[in-house]
């Protein structure tokens, strides 16, 4: 590659310029504040589901889509980010993710209903899916392997940013205007991140040139589509057939087809849209089964936390934000660190470190109820910010050490790829065992109300006078109010319990993630990738 370039105003640049030891982190800055954005629209959001929720009247099963639709677009075009990052150059493709990203905060801001915002979710997402894994690319093709884990550990940074900023800015925006603004907030820094990839980043452009693999990305899409569809849908309350439903039977055998067309597409292809020849290197291929289940286990609890926050215990947007404001900050310190740390020292035991204080935080989340207090919540959610620290760095190190440079736009968008598969599965299967355990414990809870027992006799008596001499109701009125108290408890207490059921299995599968962890290879970055850069 030449060291003579036109910049984005279309000005020279001397190969003085590149070469300045500045140069490599102004492009680290500019490629952050498009990681920051996209990151930052799956946090910001959480805070305004139960928002949402009660502005459309619309149950979690359908809100959840709100999340799972943004997290699938995202996974289906990560993929396709390589080849158009490959033919186009990487500068152009990312700033087209920024650009659509942008327009489409602007179109989810102006949504008049739940399934015209589902629908510009898809726009965003698609920005998305070009600006994370892109932009990992371009750092890792501006810094030497050496300098890498630091490189990301400072990347990670803009994530760790998000993490506190989305739900805090969103809690605000929320209370003091509507939820509409949380999508506007993203316009004005999309457009600073477009301006400033525009004048500082250089253009980096393979000369391969081949086919894009249409089969296999409508196949892939259709069986993404089509799984996710089938196990968010299987218990919601429009589909009395449950699982058995000609509608879910239909979705899991169009996905199941579309697979099978998948997988045969990628393996006889020449040049497959998903190369899955990358998974016979041994540290990338158990590197991605790490991260989908982490996916499924981390993405598929998150967005249950503000919810439980605000319909549960009465927070409002802006206090459910602030809970989370310690957890980026703790994960930005973190994660520099990390980056050091995987430099000098084997990368398994930071990533070991961090998966077993993530398992920790959602174990202590398991135990949340009515009554839970401040300092209960907060304490597994510092964990939980001291573990991503720990995580995301060494395992992205791990997976790329041995992927050839020419293949490394490829290897990052399937890297980021099965963690939002994952993270999509993780929603529609969390958000479905929601609905069946709160049943469950529903009828159990119910099972210990007996109107003949003293108990229930006597708090239905307090309940009563209650009513009776507080809101100033007839005694007939008051004993119908203390009856919907004891059920509307009932109800809540089970819908607590269900969310402490997908926490637990959560902690289960993260806890899990130790065994693979353990077989992964890690030696020094003395290898063919340094002798690649050095050529």
Not at 65 to 82: D, M, N, Q, R
Not at 260 to 267: G, K, L, R, S
Not at 345 to 365: E, Q, R, T, W
Not at 458 to 484: C, E, R
């Amino acid at each position: 590659m030449s060291s003579r370039k036109l910049n984005g105003s279309g000005k020279k640049l001397s190969s003085l310029d590149y070469e300045h030891p500045f140069f490599k982190w102004w492009v680290l800055i500019s490629v952050m504040i498009g990681t920051f954005m996209a990151v930052l629209d799956m946090t910001i959001v959480s805070v305004g589901l139960p928002k949402m929720m009660a502005t459309f009247g619309v149950g979690v099963d359908k809100i959840e889509w709100v999340l799972t639709g943004y997290l699938l677009i995202f996974a289906v075009v990560l993929p396709s980010s390589g080849w158009i990052a490959d033919h186009f150059g990487y500068k152009k493709t990312y700033f087209l993710g920024l650009l659509l990203f942008t327009i489409g905060s602007l179109l989810c801001s102006l949504s008049w209903d739940e399934n015209i915002l589902i629908l510009f979710r898809f726009i965003q997402g698609a920005g998305a899916g070009f600006v994370v894994p892109v932009g990992m690319a371009i750092v890792t093709e501006e810094f030497p392997p050496e300098k890498l884990g630091i490189a990301l550990g400072f990347w990670g940074i803009a994530a760790a940013a998000s993490v506190s900023l989305g739900p805090l800015v969103g809690g605000y925006l929320i209370d003091k205007f509507s939820w509409h603004t949380i999508f506007d907030i993203n316009v004005p820094i999309g457009v600073i991140g477009l301006v400033a990839v525009w004048i500082i980043q250089r253009e980096h452009k393979t000369k391969i040139s081949h086919k894009f693999d249409i089969v296999g990305f409508i196949s892939m899409a259709s069986a993404l589509a089509s799984l996710l569809l089938a196990l968010s849908e299987g218990n919601s309350a429009w589909n009395t057939g449950g699982w058995t439903s000609t509608f879910i039977l239909s979705c899991f055998g169009i996905s199941a087809f579309s697979f099978i067309i998948f997988f045969v597409a990628e393996v006889n292809v020449k040049h497959p849209i998903v190369e899955l020849s990358l998974f016979k290197n041994f540290n990338f291929g158990m590197t991605n089964f790490i991260m989908f289940i982490f996916g499924i286990a981390f993405f598929g609890n998150a967005f249950l936390l503000p919810i439980y926050l605000q319909n549960s215990l009465g927070y409002t947007a802006l206090q459910a934000g602030l809970v989370f404001l310690p957890v980026g900050i703790t994960q930005a310190v973190i994660s520099p660190i990390a980056g050091k740390l995987t430099d000098r020292i084997n990368a398994k035991l930071p990533a070991m470190f961090g998966i077993v204080m993530l398992a920790l935080s959602l174990y202590l989340m398991s135990f949340f109820s009515l009554q839970t207090e401040h300092g209960q919540i907060m304490l597994p959610l510092y964990i939980r910010g001291f573990a991503l620290g720990f995580i995301f760095i060494p395992l992205s190190a791990i997976a790329l050490i041995d992927i050839p440079k020419a293949k490394l736009a490829q290897a990052t968008g399937l890297f980021n790829t099965t963690r939002q598969i994952g993270g999509s599965l993780g929603i529609a299967l969390l958000g479905t065992l929601l609905t069946r355990r709160v049943i469950f414990h529903t009828q159990a809870f119910a099972q210990y109300v007996d109107p003949s027992s003293p108990v229930y006799h006597n708090t239905l008596t307090g309940l009563k006078y209650f009513a009776l001499h507080s809101l100033g109701s007839t005694p007939f009125k008051a004993l119908i109010q203390a009856k919907v108290l004891i059920s509307e408890n009932i109800v809540n207490q089970a819908f607590v319990q269900g969310i402490n059921d997908d926490f637990f299995i959560g902690a289960v599968l993260t806890i899990a993630l130790i065994i693979p962890l353990f077989f992964l290879k890690t030696r020094k970055k003395t290898n063919k990738r340094n002798d690649e850069l050095t050529n």
